[in-house]
């Protein structure tokens, strides 16, 4: 049976410019630098906005407000690890961390500059939507994005649904 899960992503940058990621302790992605994420509460109604917040605060300690939150790229994962196909906001956050945060059940956090990401042992997917669609300047400001089951492998089978703007963030 194929479920249908809702989750969010968080970019979240340092003081001076550098992407926390989480070295996860758990599947999915186990042992590798992932952004900080979780699923939404549905059973409650949550919103893809208040999830990110309720994760930001839980995994981060911070408080982030809805202007906090740039929704860069929606992807749509079918199947992915054979968990149920995915729906996944990712937000650029714009408020600035001015320390690392402390490690939590799900792992532990480490801040990288942009130029360090591509020697990251990162989902592959995950290092492409980061590198390629948010740190890139010239990159559209929001990307909609269909991964198919046979994409986990081969990135090639990523089909771009839309692109919009002009790859303002909140660098």
């Not at 992605?29 to 949550?46: F, Q, V």
């Amino acid at each position: 049976m194929n479920r249908y899960r809702i989750g969010v992503l968080l970019y979240f940058r340092s003081d001076d410019g550098r992407i926390l990621l989480i070295r996860r302790s758990r599947a999915p992605n186990r042992g590798l630098w992932c952004a900080i994420g979780g699923k939404l509460e549905m059973a409650s109604g949550e919103s893809p906005a208040e999830c990110a917040r309720r994760e930001a605060l839980e995994e981060v300690g911070v408080d982030v407000s809805d202007g906090d939150l740039s929704l860069r790229c929606l992807l749509s994962e079918q199947n992915y690890e054979g968990t149920g196909h995915w729906l996944m906001f990712v937000y650029e956050v714009g408020k600035r961390l001015s320390a690392l945060p402390g490690d939590i059940d799900e792992g532990e956090f480490a801040f990288y500059a942009p130029d360090e990401l591509a020697g990251l042992d990162m989902p592959r997917l995950d290092k492409s939507v980061l590198m390629d669609r948010i740190l890139d300047p010239e990159a559209p400001a929001f990307h909609a994005l269909f991964v198919p089951e046979s994409a986990e492998v081969d990135l090639n089978g990523v089909v771009v649904e839309e692109l919009i703007g002009g790859g303002e963030s909140p660098r």
